[in-house]
């Protein structure tokens, strides 16, 4: 039995001793070495932080809006299929970890049998007992070219790829909410300001419908009045529209449509003013969890050229088994009755039609496209920031003209009621005064939250709290509640 062990010892020794999978390198990055110049908050302001570090709580100060992100993170149904596919790929993982140890099961036969009289050799009917009971390894690989290795390298690099892509569907779930929600309130204000406007509109027609039943104005005026409440009564319904559909988003988004109060009113003061420091183009590599996930994918095609190229080789099994077997019961348990078997096995490909190159090609391509994903993972990884970099450069400098070009058509309004109450000037010239400045601050207001969505926009696209994610050891599940600690 010694001689069992030994020759399974030495074996176990030889398994693993070498890999066929080639050095993994990745592909120089052709990213600039800096953003545009003048686009984003200096890097050296104190008062700026990088987005990976701050976690969307205290990025997101509105506490209606982190309810909504909070209910987001347990309800939605992406979150949860990307969980699931981060244990699909755990579990597989797992299956593949286990296949480079061997598994041992114990066992216990017992056979009973009768051969007849004319098969017998003595020319009687024999009855016959065998008892058996030990440990065995059946069909175990010895992984002498490491392509069970490689394959175990490969699940683990797709499990931390997955995982990494459930990191990126939350950064990207928290954005598309807050960037809803923001929406919505962009609607509900617009809606406000053109419901104050039809309200003022719906007072000034009666002013002129009295007058006119007077005598005091002309049906061209009274026209001309009648056409600025049906132009506010339509853009209030549009709105009213658009704000329903707005909500049908969040509420798919959320997974559930009753825990939203659309009756909240947000602060006055916006909650996502804090700057963020932009960086350098390279640390995306590592603030992105969807460069992250490309990078684990290189590598998980990577370690499948060497399961290709192990086919190559002779693929040896062992069938080990000890213990003890005996015709009878009551001497199973002797010493003589001690049993063993080892009996290993080689199998070397000789024909195959080509299987194995065409599975060898078969990785290198999927390895060459990897490496082709992975370069334009980057690519549009700096154009998000890039583009979330100029989209708040230029809307905060559109908003300054907006704030402006409201004032003027205030000012103007007044000065053309002015006059047409002094009858300096027609009421054409109100009425195209009244219709400039009502879409003057449905702009603004479009500026204003346009803004704010370029720098959710900018948290996203730079990672925002990834360093305050789950680890990749740490239990998916186990998301919802650390946010609900925070």
């Keep these: 039995m010694s001689l069992h062990w030994n020759a399974a010892l030495l074996t176990v020794l030889l398994s693993g001793c070498t890999t066929l999978i080639p050095p993994h390198t990745l592909p120089e990055s052709t990213l600039p070495t800096h953003y545009q110049q003048g686009y984003g908050p200096n890097t050296k302001d104190a008062a700026s932080a990088s987005a990976a570090n701050i976690a969307w709580q205290d990025y997101f100060r509105d506490p209606h809006l982190q309810n909504v992100i909070l209910q987001a993170l347990r309800h939605n149904h992406d979150l949860r299929s990307a969980a699931l596919r981060v244990q699909l790929a ?48 059946t069909s175990w690989e010895v992984d002498l070219w490491g392509r069970i290795a490689s394959l175990n390298e490969e699940a683990l690099q797709t499990f931390l790829a997955t995982n990494a892509g459930q990191r990126a569907v939350t950064i990207s779930l928290v954005a598309q909410v807050a960037d809803t929600w923001l929406s919505l309130y962009e609607l509900n204000e617009r809606l406000r300001l053109a419901q104050a406007t039809q309200a003022n509109q719906s007072e000034l027609l009666r002013i002129f419908t009295r007058r006119f039943e007077v005598g005091a104005v002309t049906k061209l005026e009274l026209t001309q009045v009648q056409t600025l409440v049906n132009h506010a009564e339509g853009l209030v319904l549009q ?209 204003q939250h346009a803004l704010l969505r370029s720098r959710v926009a900018l948290y996203a696209a730079l990672g925002g709290g990834t360093q305050h994610l789950p680890p990749a050891d740490q239990p998916v599940s186990a998301l919802s509640s650390n946010i609900a600690e925070k």
Excluded: C
């Excluded at 066992?107 to 009289?117: E, I, Q, V």
């Excluded at 109060?261 to 947000?266: I, T, V």
């Excluded at 009755?337 to 290993?344: D, E, Q, T």
């Excluded at 024909?351 to 090609?361: H, I, K, P, V, W």
């Design 90 to 137: 755990q579990a597989a993982y797992r299956i593949e970890r286990s296949a480079q140890l061997p598994g041992v099961d114990l066992g216990m036969d017992a056979k009973r049998s009768r051969t007849p009289s004319d098969l017998s050799a003595t020319g009687s009917a024999l009855s016959s007992n065998e008892f058996q009971v030990g440990v065995g390894v």
């Design 239 to 447: 709105l009213q529209q658009q704000r329903d559909l707005q909500r049908n988003a969040l509420h798919l988004l959320i997974g559930r449509a009753d825990l939203i109060d659309f009756n909240y009113k947000p602060f006055a003061n916006s909650p996502l003013l804090q700057p963020l420091d932009a960086g350098l183009p390279s640390d995306l590599l590592t603030n992105r969890p969807d460069i992250v996930a490309a990078e684990h994918r290189l590598r998980a095609a990577n370690a499948h050229i060497g399961a290709a190229r192990a086919a190559f080789f002779p693929r040896i099994s062992l069938t080990t088994f000890g213990g003890l077997a005996s015709g009878e019961l009551s001497d199973l348990l002797e010493g003589s009755s001690r049993a063993w078997n080892f009996a290993p096995s080689l199998s070397l490909p000789i024909f195959d039609a080509g299987r194995n190159q065409a599975n060898l090609d078969l990785a290198e391509v999927r390895k060459d496209l990897a490496v082709v994903e992975y370069e334009q993972t980057i690519q549009s990884a700096f154009r998000d920031v890039a583009d979330a970099l100029a989209n708040q450069h230029w809307l905060q400098q559109q908003l300054s003209v907006q704030q402006q070009a409201v004032e003027i058509q205030a000012e103007r309004s007044r000065l053309a009621h002015l006059s047409h109450e002094r009858g300096r000037a027609s009421f054409l010239e109100v009425l195209d005064a009244e219709r400039d400045r009502l879409e003057t601050e449905q702009q603004k207001v479009q500026a």
